[in-house]
């Protein structure tokens, strides 16, 4: 009796188990050099993942048009698209998730990048990049998502990118490449709030710049990501190999992690527990235990350019895009966090870059 109630009992927990993990998540991706979105699912019960749909995007079918950034609407039911390159502005695309059918687009300034939509607002703030503009200050455009109009543009610093907005809605917080700086915007007001100089070395912070002349940035910021629960930002310090921690109250860096080679895109999990962050110089993806502040795992990636970080909500898995080398294939990578392994690599178009993490279904 003894046993056979140990029996039922492991069974009942290894039929738990199973129901939590059988579940299927949904991710976007784009190709850049494809001027293509990939929809992806991945089986979290066997680990495994495919294409669900190729959509598409742009205007003209001899120009390379740029998929860069992407995300999804609040409600789950949309998800927008920065094409970098247009004429000479690039362009915001709006699509329906699951039918992926065009809906509209706006224009946007110059190589619109990364991108999210306030929850206290309702207003989608977009970076633009401006790529091949001059050296001087670019905007952040501010988008009604429903109407898909411009509602306002903020000034901000030279080469903007990395931007995502905090749990509350409240801010949204990017990086100026150029000038070394994290940047914080009011979403409410739209207006920056406060500008923090990222670079150690303060005989280099922008107010100190003489006649015109720039110092050569040294951090080259290029993604930033606030903790899910505390007053903390993450930013990939891409010139420097470094992953630096804001604390947000304080308005400091609180500390600086040495990474990998050039880390361009990172996230933290919803839990809190996991940095992810994407070494594009070393085609490797980095994963870090936040409470330690220590590096756990270093994955090399199946192809070089490492490039976007999404995570699941549970946690469990992160999604890696890599960009590959001239006409190779990119790819979707699949990390699972809690065994710091790579399970699964999903090959999609060149250039992979903008990824989003969309839904789970059972």
Not at 52 to 73: A, F, K, L, M, R
Not at 198 to 223: E, F, I, Y
Not at 236 to 254: H, M, Q, R, Y
Request: glycine letters at 8%; proline letters at 5%.
């Amino acid at each position: 009796m003894k046993c056979s109630f140990f029996t039922l009992l492991f069974a009942l927990c290894v039929c738990a188990f199973q129901s939590t993990v059988a579940q299927t998540h949904h991710i976007y991706v784009t190709a850049e050099s494809d001027d293509k979105v990939y929809e992806i699912a991945f089986n979290a019960n066997t680990q495994q993942g495919n294409i669900s749909d190729v959509i598409p995007v742009g205007e003209y079918p001899t120009e390379t048009e740029g998929p860069h950034g992407i995300n999804i609407g609040l409600d789950g039911n949309y998800w927008y698209l920065s094409v970098a390159h247009g004429t000479p502005y690039g362009w915001l695309y709006k699509f329906k998730t699951g039918s992926n059918e065009f809906v509209s687009r706006t224009e946007l300034g110059m190589f619109p990048a990364s991108m999210e939509v306030s929850s206290v607002t309702g207003l989608l703030y977009v970076v633009n990049f401006n790529l091949h503009g001059d050296m001087e200050p670019s905007t952040v455009s501010v988008v009604d998502p429903e109407a898909m109009a411009v509602v306002a543009d903020i000034t901000t610093g030279i080469m903007p990118h990395g931007s995502r907005i905090t749990t509350d809605g409240k801010f949204q917080y990017h990086v100026s490449m150029m000038t070394d700086e994290l940047m914080e915007i009011n979403t409410a007001n739209m207006e920056i709030s406060r500008r923090l100089n990222l670079n150690s070395n303060p005989s280099s912070t922008p107010d100190k710049m003489a006649n015109g002349t720039m110092p050569a940035p040294v951090v080259k910021p290029t993604w930033a990501d606030p903790h899910p629960s505390q007053d903390l930002v993450y930013v990939a310090g891409n010139g420097s190999d470094e992953i630096l921690e804001i604390d947000t109250k304080a308005w400091e860096v609180s500390r600086r992690f040495k990474s990998g080679k050039a880390p361009y895109n990172l996230e933290v999990s919803n839990n809190g527990k996991w940095l992810v962050a994407s070494y594009k110089g070393e085609g490797a993806t980095g994963v870090w235990n936040l409470e330690s502040g220590q590096e756990v795992a270093k994955i090399t990636n199946s192809r070089k350019v490492t490039h976007g970080v999404t995570i699941s909500p549970d946690s469990h898995f992160a999604f890696i895009s890599v960009e590959g080398v001239g006409g190779e294939a990119g790819s979707v990578e699949v990390i699972n966090l809690l065994t710091q392994k790579r399970v699964e690599v999903i090959e999609v178009g060149k250039q992979a870059g903008g990824i989003i993490y969309w839904k789970k279904t059972d």
